[in-house]
C-alpha cells in the first residue's frame, strides 16, 4: 500500500469520517479492521515504507499464523473448507463461479 493511502487510511481510522466519492460532506463511521500480510511491518517501518502511526493503530492485538507451508497438516482441512465456501456460493449466486483465487486449487 502506498505511503499516500496509508495516510488516508489512517486519517479515516483517527477522524472516523468518510466523504463517499462524489459526496460534499462526511459521514461518520464506526469500523473495526481485521488486516492481514505476508510482509514483516516491523521491517517495513524501519526502512519507512509503511507508516508507523498507522502500523501501531492496526496491531492492536496482532496474531501470527505460520505461512501453510509450515503446517502441511492443515492443507486438507483448509482445501474442505474451501470446497464447502465454493458450493454454498455458487448455491447462493446461482452461478458456477467460486470466489476463492484460482491459485487456491493448487495446494
Known sequence: ???TMQVKLLRVLQERMVLPVGGTNEI?????VIGATNRDLDRQVAKILFAEDLYYRLSVIPVSVPPLRQRREDIRCWSITS???CARSREEHSTSEC???RS????
Open 1 to 3: 500500500m502506498s505511503l
Open 28 to 32: 461518520p463511521i464506526d469500523v473495526r
Open 83 to 85: 470446497s464447502k465456501v
Open 99 to 101: 470466489p476463492l483465487p
Open 104 to 107: 487456491a486449487g493448487k495446494l
